[in-house]
């Protein structure tokens, strides 16, 4: 099994930033593409970005393109979303995913492991 474990969330200004973090433990020879997802309340979850196992591949949601940056260090099994410029409606729950198979799919079921999720919160 791989854990993953979300770190780095919190309140933060509009036009600030923020910097998540997602360590992942476990079986991590198994895991591939790595991605953020994020939730906000009374609304699904979404894809914001991912990123294949080499870094070749990066994808980003199209409200994020240009604010946020995805990154991993795969010494020690960490991916990051250095988020720029925040706006209130990126106000959500923002997951950790990985998957088995380096696709950096953007739907949800393509992913294998989650983690639990780090809150951030915008403030106008």
């Known amino acids: 099994q791989v854990q993953l474990v979300e770190s780095g969330g919190g309140l933060v200004q509009a036009g600030g930033s923020l910097r998540l973090s997602c360590a992942a433990s476990?079986?991590?020879?198994?895991?591939?593409?790595m991605c953020w997802f994020r939730q906000a309340p009374g609304a699904e979850r979404e894809f914001v970005s991912g990123i294949s196992w080499r870094g070749v591949t990066t994808r980003y949601a199209d409200s994020v393109k240009g604010r946020f940056t995805i990154s991993r260090d795969n010494a020690k099994n960490m991916v990051y979303l250095q988020m720029n410029s925040l706006k209130p409606e990126d106000t959500a729950v923002y997951s950790c995913?990985?998957?088995?198979?380096?696709?950096?799919?953007?739907?949800?079921?393509?992913?294998?492991?989650w983690g639990q999720g780090t809150q951030v919160t915008v403030s106008s």
């Open positions: 995913a990985a998957d088995t198979k380096n696709l950096v799919q953007t739907t949800q079921n393509g992913y294998d492991y």
């Open positions: 476990g079986r991590t020879s198994n895991v591939y593409s």
